[in-house]
């Protein structure tokens, strides 16, 4: 008997960008359905989103394929790195700090898009399940403004990082 193979960081790193690419298309089809509410594409991206960001730490050896397993929130730790060394890549000599900043507080966003992500009880709205809000109503994903990321729409910035995001999984997915 031969001994098991391994598969490497740089193997699973491609593996989530290719998955994080199908997720970032679903998104986009479902943000297209104006019949579909806004959490379908939100969870999408939520999870487009922190695959990105599990095979951009992977790819830079940060992680490691156990540790990829192990939590939800890695946009806020990892889109900030992965957006700058994007637009450097791009020729970009800096990002405004504006900029970052509105990276950071969309990442943070996508980040509690997830049920498993609540901020110790804060923040109970996710794009999966019905929670209870502060004042004892249930309240439903489906109906839920998710204001938080308004700046996904309409916005230069917005745009750009959903540019930036497919960019990124594209070049993860090729190992480059």
Sequence with gaps: MGATRVSSADEWSRA???????DLAARETLQDNSRLPRC??????QMAVEK??????????????????RSHAYAEKALPGLYREAMRARGARGVRRWEMEAVRRLARQM????????????RPDNTEYPWEDGSGAVQTPAEWKFDGLS????????????????????????GT
């Design 16 to 22: 989530f960008a290719r998955q994080a690419k199908a």
């Design 40 to 45: 379908e594409e939100l969870h999408c991206l």
């Design 52 to 69: 990105l960001a599990k095979a951009y730490q992977l790819a830079a050896g940060t992680i490691g394929p156990n540790e990829v397993r």
């Design 111 to 122: 980040d509690l898009l997830h049920p498993a992500v609540d901020d110790g009880g804060a």
């Design 151 to 174: 700046a996904l729409y309409g916005r230069s910035i917005g745009t750009k990082l959903m540019k930036v995001l497919q960019v990124c999984a594209d070049d993860l997915a090729d």
